[in-house]
């Protein structure tokens, strides 16, 4: 059998169980995707994409420029329609059914904030957006869950990209998603400022949440992730654990592939 | 109806209260607004022209303009860091984010006139006796329709290079059948004609101050509803 970024297997394998001692195996998947095709007029980005994602596992998306990351994570999100086939969120197809988007929070290369708003306003918009009780209060708890009460009162627009980088991940789970769908989360933040969105994840997951993100860090991926999926020329050339990943080669492996993905 | 109600006060507020921080539209609307009247009124100086007749005018070329600014920055600001996505993320209805910024257009079309409209009364010697409620009617729906249009054809072009060219062609070709009974209205309330009008040409075809108000209030009717409907097909995809 040939051996794909240090891993030894056929070249595209599935693998749906999470490395994590649970649990939901047997479960419905939290996220299924089904035959999703997607083509911008004679260009096909995806193809025939199949892929189902458990409950409190994390995914990454792994790919050089231009592989289709951004707009697999964009019709899961539910912000593009695929050309074919369907995404479901907790059973819920995500482009016909509003409570799907309930489910979903969502972080783009964009903070999608207001720069004119405050921090604590703009927190407070997106909780009454999606109708959350008591959204006052889930916003403080969000203020200090994410170390941002000093800066309640700044523009969104003044703050460092670190803490603009924390805002949008708090307006993405004010809602309290079952999903989260991260697109480069990393880029433009410093170690410490990833470091802090690795526990925000580790956090997300411990209480039953569900992620997708997408990277080019494959070393990231690896830190956060308990599956790797590589796309490449719109469909998936690999799917793996973590756990049964050489961390190693699979670092070195990947950075040959993509400086050369031909 | 409730979580309706909330989303929409919610987009609301957040735009007026962001237009309150960021001052981009208001002043340029009425600043274009005053111009315009300003410019008009040394028109008015050539011996041939009567102040009465150019007044309407005036106020309608004020009003669409400084509306389409206003409607094109209103949907600019939602691009800015990708904001779109976030309003297009949460489980609203699209029509929803249309009914809220037509809103808030309307009641910045409404600040502005009720700075430039005194100005442009004093300018060209305008009045309307004892006819303001009819006045202020003929007003709120020309704002509903350069509104409700304004804010569809935005949140279409703002994909598009040159947006803001794009979208004053786009409107004011549509905008036109509006202005026909909007100006006969108003030429009708500063008694520059009659209430009503037989004959030939755009005016005639209008025929009364009555049906003038009937178009107009067709026109907002057609266009509300269609871009409440056609809102969502617009900003997706």
């Not at chain 1, 307006?171 to 925000?200: C, K, N, Q, W």
């Not at chain 2, 249009?149 to 947006?163: C, E, N």
Request: proline letters at 4%; charged letters at 15%.
């Amino acid at each position: 059998m040939p051996t794909i970024f240090g891993v030894q297997s056929t070249p595209y394998i599935v693998i749906i169980m999470s490395n994590r001692p649970q649990n939901n195996q047997n479960s419905e998947p939290v996220i299924t995707i089904t035959s999703v095709s997607k083509a911008f007029g004679f260009r096909s980005v995806l193809k025939n994409i199949d892929f189902h994602v458990q409950m409190a596992q994390g995914v990454c998306i792994c790919g050089v420029n231009g592989a289709g990351k951004s707009t697999l994570l964009h019709i899961i999100a539910g912000l593009l329609k695929p050309t074919q086939g369907a995404v479901k969120i907790c059973g819920l197809d995500v482009n016909s059914e509003p409570k799907a988007k309930s489910q979903l929070g969502v972080i783009l290369h964009k903070s999608m904030l207001y720069p004119d708003l405050t921090v604590f306003e703009n927190l407070l918009f997106f909780a009454k957006l999606y109708g959350v009780k008591d959204s006052r209060d889930r916003v403080k708890e969000l203020l200090e869950d994410f170390g941002l009460l000093p800066y309640r009162y700044d523009k969104a627009g003044v703050l460092s990209r670190g803490m603009l980088q924390r805002l949008a991940i708090a307006r993405a789970m004010v809602h309290r998603p079952v999903v989260l769908l991260a697109d480069e989360p990393f880029t433009g933040l410093d170690m410490e400022a990833s470091r802090y969105f690795i526990s925000i994840l580790d956090k997300f997951r411990a209480g039953g949440g569900t992620f997708i993100m997408t990277t080019h860090n494959a070393n990231l991926a690896l830190q956060c992730c308990d599956r790797i999926v590589v796309l490449d020329e719109n469909h998936f050339i690999f799917d793996a654990e973590t756990s049964q990943i050489d961390a190693d080669r699979f670092i070195e492996n990947y950075l040959i592939y993509a400086r050369s993905p031909d | 109806m409730n979580y309706f109600c909330q989303s929409l006060w919610a987009i609301f507020v957040k735009d007026i209260v962001t237009e309150l921080r960021s001052k981009q539209v208001l002043p340029t609307m009425i600043v274009l607004g005053m111009l315009i009247v300003y410019v008009m009124r040394i028109v008015c100086e050539a011996p041939s022209t009567s102040t009465i007749v150019i007044g309407p005018a005036v106020l309608w070329i004020a009003f669409l303009f400084s509306g389409l600014l206003a409607q094109e920055r209103s949907m600019a600001a939602e691009e800015q860091e990708n904001c779109i996505a976030g309003l297009l993320l949460a489980p609203i209805d699209p029509g929803t984010i249309y009914i809220a910024k037509l809103f808030v257009n309307v009641i910045m079309l409404c600040v502005f006139e009720a700075v430039v409209v005194p100005m442009a009364f004093v300018a060209f010697q305008l009045s309307v006796a004892d006819r303001w409620i009819q006045f202020i009617i003929v007003l709120l729906l020309g704002n509903i329709g350069i509104s409700s249009i304004g804010t569809l054809f935005s949140a279409m072009v703002q994909l598009t290079r040159g947006r803001g060219a794009l979208l004053s062609i786009l409107v004011l070709v549509i905008l036109m059948p509006m202005m026909i009974p909007a100006t006969f209205a108003l030429l009708a309330l500063f008694s520059a004609i009659p209430i009503k009008v037989e004959g030939y040409g755009a005016l005639a075809f209008v025929g009364s101050f009555n049906s003038a108000v009937g178009y107009m209030t067709a026109f907002d009717a057609v266009f509300f509803v269609a871009g409440w409907l056609l809102f969502g097909f617009v900003i997706k995809d």
